[in-house]
């Protein structure tokens, strides 16, 4: 079946240090992808997305491009900041609108 | 401007009890979904609508129902609850669906105990 698969956490970082969290999928079809936040004790939020092969999503900094070759969404950030700690969510949405999570990658950015 | 609306926060159920996990959002989103979070397991889809009288499993659907009979609510019911039921559930809900991308808008969630 279609699944979504994040590197393992914790991801631990100086400030202003670059960071990438790598995210590959396997789905049937062309999925839409998006990377997701969660702080301590609060609902996901929506990052960033990307629809199409070679699509940038952005947003705060961070960015990731849509790699139909290699079945990728990885996320970066040049400079990390201490307020980017939280839990980092990819997602997979197909065209019968099953949205599929990967297991998440917990960041912690050190001051 | 509620969003999307959970209830109750916190319940604690023992083994063999039923209950229904509240859902209400008030955007008139067509697709609304229910997501439980496990520890290492990340969020698994549980049960999902595309609209008022559609439901359609998700991942791991055995021991819940849902249904949706109107636009806004979109409850989950635990049957006879189990202790591998223990989770933190969430809803989530979009405007559209595949076609148009729109991004999930979550709840605050739901933290169930079950003895």
């Known amino acids: 079946g279609d699944s979504v698969t994040q590197m393992e956490g914790p991801v631990t970082l100086s400030e202003e240090a670059f960071l990438t969290i790598n995210c590959t999928y396997t789905a049937t079809g062309y999925p839409s992808l998006f990377w997701y936040v969660q702080y301590p004790g609060e609902g996901l939020q929506l990052l960033l997305k990307a629809t199409k092969a070679d699509d940038k999503g952005s947003n705060k900094g961070f960015e990731a491009t849509y790699r139909k070759e290699t079945t990728s969404f990885h996320l970066e950030k040049g400079s990390v900041q201490v307020s980017d700690s939280a839990v980092y969510f990819c997602a997979l949405r197909r065209r019968d609108d099953k949205i599929i999570f990967g297991k998440g990658t917990r960041l912690h950015i050190l001051p | 401007n509620a969003g999307v609306t959970q209830t109750p926060k916190f319940q604690v159920l023992k083994t063999g009890q039923s209950m229904t996990l509240q859902c209400a959002q008030d955007m008139n989103h067509e697709y609304m979904s229910w997501y439980r979070q496990d520890p290492g397991m990340g969020l698994r889809l549980i049960h999902y609508s595309v609209g008022a009288g559609i439901t359609d499993q998700g991942e791991v659907p055995n021991g819940y129902n849902v249904s949706r009979s109107t636009t806004e609510d979109f409850p989950l019911r635990l049957l006879s609850a189990a202790p591998s039921q223990t989770s933190v559930y969430f809803c989530?809900?979009?405007?559209?669906?595949?076609?148009?991308?729109?991004?999930?808008?979550f709840g605050s969630g739901t933290q169930l105990s079950v003895l």
């Open positions: 989530a809900s979009s405007p559209g669906t595949f076609a148009t991308n729109e991004k999930l808008f």
